[in-house]
């Protein structure tokens, strides 16, 4: 079975745009979480996304937001970027709602200018 | 109370040595307690889980030990090899339709030949 893909893997954005950022989770697996891992706060969770609706959200600003397609894929969106968004972006699969055995992507390491 | 603390944050062990990373955490409401390893420019890989239904599982060289009462878990590597150089992360997570890992602070582990 292929693993998690996440694209872009890298990107540079300058303060101000938003950007958006994908996730192919794992065949079979409904249930797409993201989290942020930066040096100085680690891994934080963004939100969880399952069957189309999110079922629960991290402590982030509503700049940061996200969606899922009928097929299982998410996307997240982050507008209005600012200097203390760079982060490694990572997104998890799962078989049931989260938590049970998530599977990483490899990230999108994301740079704001 | 969402807090799971984790220690060394880093750890030097010889080739074929145990190592060891602590982690503690206070909500009780936890019932789900992976380890993740993760080398740079990847995302975290699933090592072994636990639930507090058990005090110990063992997957090869790794094993989780977990002390419901102090509320403390433990991996422990054992023959430890230059390989497994990497840093790890203890996360937890609670029941519920919309789950979410709760991650440590990581330990950087480097295993010297």
């Known amino acids: 079975k292929a693993g998690v893909t996440q694209t872009p893997r890298y990107l540079i954005k300058t303060r101000g745009q938003q950007v958006t950022l994908s996730c192919s989770p794992i065949s079979g697996h409904r249930s797409v979480s993201w989290y942020q891992q930066t040096p100085g706060q680690g891994l934080q969770f963004l939100f969880e996304?399952?069957?189309?609706?999110?079922?629960n959200k991290g402590n982030f600003p509503g700049r940061f937001s996200g969606r899922q397609f009928s097929n299982s894929r998410s996307e997240m969106n982050v507008s209005t970027l600012e200097l203390g968004d760079s982060a490694l972006y990572l997104c998890?699969?799962?078989?049931?709602?989260?938590?049970?055995?998530?599977?990483f992507g490899p990230g999108t390491r994301l740079t704001v200018t | 109370q969402q807090q799971v603390k984790q220690s060394p944050q880093s750890l030097i062990v010889q080739k074929g040595g145990i190592s060891i990373i602590n982690c503690a955490y206070e909500n009780t409401a936890f019932d789900y307690f992976p380890w993740y390893q993760q080398f740079p420019g990847k995302g975290p890989a699933l090592l072994i889980a636990?639930?507090?239904?058990?005090s110990e599982k063992k997957e090869g060289r790794f094993t989780i030990s977990f002390n419901k009462s102090a509320k403390q878990f433990s991996l422990h590597i054992m023959d430890s090899q230059p390989g497994d150089s990497a840093t790890y992360f203890c996360?937890?997570?609670?029941?519920?339709?919309?789950?979410?890992?709760?991650f440590g602070s990581g330990t950087q582990l480097t295993v010297l030949p």
């Open positions: 996360a937890a997570s609670s029941a519920g339709s919309a789950r979410q890992l709760t």
């Open positions: 636990i639930r507090p239904d058990v």
């Open positions: 996304y399952f069957s189309e609706t999110q079922r």
């Open positions: 998890a699969s799962s078989t049931v709602g989260g938590g049970y055995e998530q599977y």
